[in-house]
T-cell receptor
C-alpha cells in the first residue's frame, strides 16, 4: 500500500506569491492534518480535516487555508507568502486510531 | 498554551551506550503520548505510543518509554544504541479533547559514533 504522498517535493516562491501544496492520504484514511516544521523546531499544527470538514485549526494567520476533497486528498494554500513561511510542510493521515502517518513533506523556500 | 519540552537538542553517544531522551509536557489532563523518529532523508515514523494501561511501553527497534504522570514525563530509552539509531527524535502529545492535534517538542538530534 502506498503511504501518504505529497507534492511537490520542493518549491521556491517569491514573497507575496501564493502556493498550493497537495496531499494524498493512505487509502481508507479520512482524516488529514497539516503541520509546518521550521528548521530546528518540531512540527506546528496548522489544520485538521475529517470527512471534508475542518476539525481543528492551529495558531496560523488567515493567509493559511486548506480544504479536503471527496476522495479525502487535501490542499494547503498559503497567500501573500512571507520569508518566515519557509519551512517543511507535512501532511499526516489517520483513520480510527490516534496514530498519524506522515508523508515526506514539501520543502517551501520563500525568497 | 500547552507545550512539550525536550531537554537535549543534541546528543552524541558511542555505539553500545545506553540512551535516555527526556520529554516533559505541560498539560494537566488526559493525554496520549508519542515518540516519532526521523532518519536522515526519511519522513517521520512512529517509534512508540502510549494511550492507556501499562506506563512502560515498548516500540520498534528496541526502544521503550515510560510515562510518569506525576512528573508529566515520557522519556525514551534504549539500553544499547547502534550507529543506525542516528536520527532526530520527536516527542509529541495529544490532549484528549483536542481533536487529535499533536503538540510537538523541538526534537533531539542523536548522533551515534561507530
Amino acid at each position: 500500500d502506498a503511504g501518504v504522498t505529497q507534492s511537490p517535493t520542493h518549491l521556491i516562491k517569491t514573497r507575496g506569491q501564493h502556493v498550493t501544496l497537495r496531499c494524498s492520504p493512505i487509502s481508507g484514511h479520512k482524516s488529514v492534518s497539516w503541520y509546518q516544521q521550521v528548521l530546528g523546531q518540531g512540527p506546528q499544527f496548522i489544520f485538521q480535516y475529517y470527512e471534508k470538514e475542518e476539525r481543528g485549526r492551529g495558531n496560523f494567520p488567515d493567509r493559511f487555508s486548506a480544504r479536503q476533497f471527496p476522495n479525502y486528498s487535501s490542499e494547503l494554500n498559503v497567500n501573500a507568502l512571507l520569508l518566515g513561511d519557509s519551512a517543511l510542510y507535512l501532511c499526516a493521515s489517520r483513520e480510527g486510531s490516534l496514530e498519524q502517518y506522515f508523508g515526506p513533506g514539501t520543502r517551501l523556500t520563500v525568497t | 498554551a500547552q507545550s512539550v519540552s525536550q531537554h537535549n537538542h543534541h546528543v552524541i553517544l558511542s555505539e553500545a551506550a545506553s540512551l535516555e531522551l527526556g520529554c516533559n509536557y505541560s498539560y494537566g489532563g488526559t493525554v496520549n503520548l508519542f515518540w516519532y523518529v526521523q532518519y536522515p532523508g526519511q519522513h517521520l515514523q512512529l517509534l512508540l505510543k502510549y494511550f492507556s494501561g501499562d506506563p512502560l511501553v515498548k516500540g520498534i527497534k528496541g526502544f521503550e518509554a515510560e510515562f510518569i504522570k506525576s512528573k508529566f514525563s515520557f522519556n525514551l530509552r534504549k539500553p544499547s544504541v547502534q550507529w543506525s539509531d542516528t536520527a532526530e527524535y520527536f516527542c509529541a502529545v495529544n490532549e484528549m479533547d483536542s481533536n487529535y492535534q499533536l503538540i510537538w517538542g523541538a526534537g533531539t538530534k542523536l548522533i551515534i559514533k561507530p
